[in-house]
C-alpha cells in the first residue's frame, strides 16, 4: 500500500506546485500524492503526512491523532503556540525553497507516528509518611 501525502492548502497554485514537484521527484514515486479541499474531511492517514495552512488547521479535529506526521505551512502570521499545543513540529513558510518544503515531508514521512494522547497524564505526587 502505498504512503499518502494529503496536501490541502488554500492556495491551490501552491498546492498545485507542490504536488506536480512531488510527482516529479524520483524520491516520492511510491506516494500517492492527494490534493483536498479545506472544507473536506481530512481523515488521519497512518502511514502517510498531511500538508496543511492555517486554514486547514482550524478545520481539523482536535486533538490530532498523528500530529508528527502533519506539515503547517505558513503564508503569513502562524500561531506557534497554537500549532505546538496541537502537537505539530514542522512549520515551513510558503516563501521556503521548494526543496526544504520536500525534505519535511520526507522527513514526516520516516519519522515514526506516535499517537497523541487525548489528555497528558499527570503524575500524582506521592507523599510518605
Known amino acids: 500500500m502505498p504512503k499518502v501525502v494529503q496536501i490541502s492548502l488554500a492556495d491551490s497554485g501552491y ?32 502511514d502517510g503526512v498531511r500538508v496543511i495552512d492555517a486554514a486547514s488547521l482550524q478545520a481539523l479535529p482536535q486533538p490530532l491523532l498523528n500530529p508528527a506526521k502533519t506539515l503547517l505551512i505558513a503564508s503569513g502570521f502562524v500561531n506557534l503556540t497554537q500549532a505546538w499545543e496541537v502537537g505539530i513540529v514542522s512549520v515551513l513558510k510558503n516563501s521556503e525553497p521548494m526543496e526544504y518544503v520536500k525534505l519535511a515531508i520526507l522527513a514526516a514521512l520516516l519519522r515514526p507516528g506516535k499517537p497523541r494522547l487525548a489528555e497528558p497524564h499527570r503524575r500524582q505526587p506521592k507523599f510518605f509518611g
Open 15 to 46: 498546492a498545485e506546485q507542490l504536488s506536480r514537484c512531488l510527482r516529479e521527484d524520483a524520491t516520492f514515486e511510491d506516494c500517492e500524492i492527494v490534493l483536498s479541499k479545506i472544507k473536506e474531511s481530512l481523515p488521519e492517514v497512518s
